[in-house]
Structures are given as structure tokens and as C-alpha cells.
């Protein structure tokens, strides 16, 4: 069956750190990726996506991505955190044919230290 | 231009009741979703339409209808309330062939 996996639950790192978030999928083909961010009691908003060509992706608010098709994987990267970053993020996948529905993965929490 | 917007923004019902949930997107998209968002569990997708006049069933469609009469509006319904509804629910709608969702804020619903 076709998986979004986020190993991370929570993850805590100091404003000014680096950050990344993991994020596995299993499918039959290369699916578009996505990531998103849930700002407390809001909707979601989406960061970046991969549909092909360069590997790393560049989105909103100084995140990248970088997709690596041997690992199955598409993570999440910030050089340099800020308080304001501290939110649920989410990875989602979608087939490339059919209803362009997305699974997504259980989401990671990210809290930011002083 | 609203984008997507969903009502009420807040509910609680109480076990056996039923309710319906309002979505609607002014930009002409042809797919909408409806998602339950629950901890630990990211978001899943209970139905979706890809047209006006077409509905079809996600990973978690028991206890849940749904009617896309309009092309801008897709409604939630929940015919019998149970306490394993409570969520928080998110709608969301697409164009054809331009592979990205745009979400609602979100309708917390609590079942008592």
C-alpha cells in the first residue's frame, strides 16, 4: 500500500540551529512530494513540492528539500531556525495519475528554544 | 478572493446527533477533498469529488456523506454523530492537472 513515513514525532532544536525533518515513502513509482506547515489552529500551507528534474527544491521561508530516489526519501532542510518556525510539519505524496489524492505522513512537531 | 472556506469553524454535538459541513472554493477548482486530521496521525482523506455531481469514497468514508451538487461547494455530512468523530476536519480543492491542494482553516468538531 502506498506510505508517507515521518520517524519524528517531535523534534526540539535552538533558534539558530539547523534543522531536518525526515520523511520515507513507499510506492510503486516516483509519487509528487509535498511538504506542508500547520501553524497552530490553522490550515495548512504548503512549504515546497517535487514533481521531477532537480533533485533539491527550493520553497518558502528558507526551506529546501532534497529528494533522493535510492533512499526513498524527501527531506526537509533549514540552515538557520527562527522562533516563528514552530509548528506541525507535514510530508505528503501523491500518484502521479488518477484523482491526485494525497497521503500524508503523521506529521512532526517541531518546537524552537530560546 | 476567499479561497476555500469552510463553516462553522467550531461545533460540538452530542452522540446520535447529525450535522453537515460546508465547504466552498471560489476559484473554479475542479477536485475538492475532505480530510479528518487527528494526533499522530496526520491527515486522511474521507471523500472526494472530481467533478460536479461526482463523489468517491477515501481511506476513512464510514459514517461520513458527502454531496458535491455545485462545483463550488462540497459538503460533510454525518448522519449519527459518534465520540470517534471528534476532529478536526479540513477541506481542500485543486485544479485539474495542477498537482497542488489549497486548504480551508479547519472545523473542529467535538462528539459528546
Known amino acids: 500500500a502506498q506510505s508517507v513515513t515521518q520517524p519524528d514525532i517531535h523534534i526540539t532544536v535552538s533558534e539558530g540551529a539547523s534543522l531536518e525533518l525526515r520523511c520515507n515513502y513507499s510506492?510503486?513509482?516516483?509519487?509528487?512530494l509535498f511538504w506542508y506547515v500547520q501553524s497552530p489552529g490553522q490550515g495548512l500551507q504548503l512549504l515546497l513540492k517535487?514533481?521531477?528534474?532537480?533533485?533539491l527544491v527550493q520553497g518558502i521561508k528558507g526551506f529546501e528539500a532534497e529528494f533522493k530516489r535510492s533512499q526513498s526519501s524527501f527531506n526537509l532542510r533549514k540552515p538557520s531556525v527562527h522562533w516563528s518556525d514552530a509548528a506541525e510539519y507535514f510530508c505528503?505524496?501523491?500518484?502521479?495519475?488518477?484523482?491526485?489524492?494525497?497521503?500524508f505522513g503523521q506529521g512532526t512537531r517541531l518546537t524552537i528554544n530560546p | 478572493n476567499a479561497g476555500v472556506t469552510q463553516t462553522p469553524k467550531f461545533r460540538v454535538l452530542k452522540t446520535g446527533q447529525s450535522m453537515t459541513l460546508l465547504c466552498a472554493q471560489d476559484?473554479?477548482?475542479?477536485?475538492m477533498y475532505w480530510y479528518r486530521q487527528d494526533p499522530g496521525m496526520g491527515l486522511r482523506l474521507i471523500h472526494y469529488?472530481?467533478?460536479?455531481?461526482?463523489?468517491a469514497k477515501g481511506e476513512v468514508p464510514d459514517g461520513y456523506n458527502v454531496s458535491r451538487l455545485k462545483k463550488q461547494n462540497f459538503l460533510l455530512g454525518l448522519e449519527s454523530a459518534a465520540p470517534s468523530q471528534t476532529s478536526v476536519y479540513f477541506c481542500?480543492?485543486?485544479?485539474?492537472?495542477?498537482?497542488?491542494?489549497?486548504f480551508g482553516p479547519g472545523t473542529r468538531l467535538t462528539v459528546t
Open positions: 481542500a480543492s485543486s485544479p485539474f492537472l495542477v498537482y497542488e491542494q489549497y
Open positions: 510506492y510503486g513509482a516516483t509519487p509528487y
Open positions: 517535487y514533481f521531477s528534474g532537480d533533485t
Open positions: 505528503a505524496a501523491q500518484m502521479i495519475q488518477g484523482a491526485q489524492k494525497l497521503v
Open positions: 476559484m473554479n477548482h475542479e477536485y
Open positions: 469529488s472530481v467533478g460536479e455531481g461526482t463523489t
